[in-house]
């Protein structure tokens, strides 16, 4: 019999790509998502990468009982737990919605998970638990500093969530992963990251200013202290990212885990400034974006960039793809989008 993973959130950026690595990699898959933030086309394209017409459920995880339904519904080995709200400045604004989505739904996963007996949850973490480190790279070791969003407090909360829920029943086993900076898009092109509104995040930026949706960038502060002055992330490709998710699930499956509960960083190990990034979209897809360098953006941090040694150890996985193939895959989805030619 084939395992049967649970994805929730699995109509959005990175719930898409995993799917389809998980369906590429012999899983039956069952995707839960309300669509507050995703379309129904993002499902259709899962669908069409893998010519599998993978089951999807309209289902908020924050109401129990429609969950219930849906766990009474299929048998589930394994869970990965995407469903949450994410974006930092709209936490600001919207604490109550963000503790109250987040947490809730999380609560509800691992609830019936033992109500029904699944024994295996991935969760999505970030690496904004760990705030601006002292000392660079990341690892797993590096402690965990306060939130400075009720985003980046509900993934700590979350953490602990499931840390002490398998501590307490350790037939179940969970895996945080710790993604830092997602981007890129599938290289068919047919799902990639779908913003609603003005994008928060530098690439989608970035790709609708070279596709004339936005005049220009605005690089947030060029006075860090970083060779170019411009802050630094680790950019990990969205495929590479959903891969990880498939080996997690399946060092569960497999015994394979060294304790209940486990944390890996998912990065690529390589810190890249704003203006690399900028100067490497632009170089790549042989496309200008007019940018224009403001102030920084509160509650910023400076650079962080992940030590992923004990990923690529531990679980086997490392990141593959290259910076410049990961933009050009971007720059493809957008065109694409927007029917540019
Ligand atoms: N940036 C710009 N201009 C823009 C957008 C972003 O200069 O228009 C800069 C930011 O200041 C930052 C970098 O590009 O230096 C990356 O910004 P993103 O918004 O793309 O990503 P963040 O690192 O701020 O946030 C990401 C995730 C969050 C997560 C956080 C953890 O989006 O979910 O990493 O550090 F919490």
Redesign the pocket.
Known sequence: MKEMVLVTGGAGYIGTHTTVELVNAGYDVVIVDNLSNAEMAAVEGVRKITGVDVPFEKVDCCDKDALNKIFEKYKFNSIIHFAAS?A?GESVLKPLLYYRNNITSLLNVLTLMKEHGVRNIVFSS???VYGQPKKLPVTEQTPRQPAT?P??NT?QICEDILRDTVSAYPEIFGIALRY??PIGAHPSALIGELPKGV?????P?ITQTAAGLRDH?????NDYDTPDG??I?DYIDVVDLAKAHVVAVGRMINGKSLKNYEFFNIGTGNGVS?MELVNAFQKVNGVKVPYEIVG??AG??EK?WADTSYANKELGWKAERSLEDTLASAWAWEKKLRGIK
């Open positions: 994410k930092v970030s690496c904004t969003s985003y980046g993934k830092f900076n994008p928060g995040n530098l690439v930026f960038l605005s690089i947030f502060g411009t802050a992330r704003v920084r953006r910023d941090i962080i």
